[in-house]
């Protein structure tokens, strides 16, 4: 049992239908992994979320530190005491520091199904390779990586772009309808 190829060999008949969809073999080998793309998205999208989740009031404690450190620098410098600047300053530096590891660390959460896409792809479609130069130009080839990569990233920005639609659409204000036996004026 290998504890990496063995979910792989279980998700294989999800993840490969999108593959056969259309008959046209390039066509269908991009469209199969740009929803492999969208699907790894989405499911980082979710990992992050749930990350911030678990970790909230600890982020929110650091980054209140954060702030309060570096106005009190701020404060210190205004005021002239550059001793107290120093200090404080340090202490901001490192808050700082701080944060920027925590929040690094939770949207590298976010890329894990990327890797286990690549793993995927490796396993189904590991010999297969693009032609991008033909032989006489020195018959350059690459894997899967490259399209892969750029699919991905393609589905994280259309993915990005989605969230703030949908978020939009649960956000706005809904209809103001009278309430039931009220009739409407109708302005005259």
Known sequence: MDIFTDPLRVLDPILIAPY????????????????LSLWASLLGSLTLALAYRVNRVYVK???TKTGYYHEQSL????????????KINSLANEEFGRS??????????SL????????????RFG?????????????????????F??????????????KKFIVKIFRSKPASFP?????????T
């Not at 920027?100 to 959460?109: D, I, K, V, W």
């Open 20 to 35: 056969r969809w259309i008959q046209e073999p390039l066509i269908g080998w991009l469209l199969g992994t740009f929803i």
């Open 61 to 63: 404690k650091v980054l």
């Open 75 to 86: 404060n210190a410098k205004a005021a002239g005491d550059e001793e107290a600047y120093k």
């Open 100 to 109: 920027f590891f925590l929040l690094m660390a939770m949207g590298m959460a």
């Open 112 to 123: 894990w199904p990327a890797f286990f896409a690549a793993a995927w792809l490796h396993e």
């Open 127 to 147: 010999n297969m390779s693009f032609l991008i130069l033909p032989d006489w130009a020195g018959g350059y080839h690459f894997n899967f990586i490259g399209p």
């Open 149 to 162: 990569v750029g699919l991905y990233l393609l589905a994280r920005f259309v993915s990005s772009r989605l």
């Open 179 to 187: 309430p039931p036996g009220v009739r409407p004026s109708s302005g």
